[in-house]
């Protein structure tokens, strides 16, 4: 009987890699604008708590709610990261503070699901290194975290506030794209 293949770094595993790094940059990003926004663009110190824990409540919820649903992972991060593109985008030209509140919310519900599904694919893609696998994907959510407050300060420090918010919807952007045409993601991988 042959040996089965246990090799990890494919396409595959960098296309992951790649949406995690971006899932955690929009996570980290979004506390970050949901406290600042209010404060400098309304004066409101109030409401940038609440836009924030309304965004991983919304989180929790859906990943609850979509963990039910007979969706493929891949269409779950494309959604997901679809979604979250648009709504910030929606988000960057919104003027009312309680609309703000609800778009945050709904980047949190829409994103929730990220997340798991990419954990899902890598641990499912690679059953014999699933663990390997989950630990080096949590690690590079890691460096996405770490890297975009960094990025977002650059970009704001040379093209404004806004810019640094530009940045955010560009990276949600990439993680689409990089999961709509990256390597053998197309393979479909049964949700077992």
């Not at 390997?132 to 977002?152: E, K």
Request: proline share 4%; charged share 10%.
């Amino acid at each position: 009987m042959p040996k089965e293949d246990t090799k990890i770094f494919t396409p595959l595993l960098f296309v992951l890699l790649a949406a995690m790094v971006a899932y955690v940059a929009i996570e980290t990003g979004i506390a970050f604008f949901a406290n600042v926004i209010y404060v400098t663009e309304y004066s409101n110190t109030t409401l940038g708590p609440y836009a924030i824990s309304g965004f991983w409540l919304s989180m929790m919820v859906s990943r609850f709610a979509f963990a039910l649903l007979k969706m493929k992972m891949r269409t779950m991060i494309l959604f997901g990261f679809s979604s979250s593109c648009l709504l910030m985008v929606f988000l960057l030209f919104s003027g009312n503070q309680w609309v703000l509140m609800a778009i945050f919310i709904l980047v949190g519900f829409v994103t929730g699901p990220t997340w798991p599904m990419i954990i899902g694919i890598g641990t499912s893609s690679f059953r014999k290194r699933s663990g390997t696998v989950a630990s080096i994907l949590s690690a590079s959510g890691g460096f996405g975290g770490a890297i975009i407050p960094v990025l977002i300060g650059w970009v704001s420090g040379h093209a404004g506030f806004l810019g640094g918010f530009w940045l955010l919807i560009a990276v949600s952007a990439m993680g689409f794209l990089v999961m709509l045409f990256g390597g053998d993601i197309h393979k479909p991988v049964s949700r077992k």
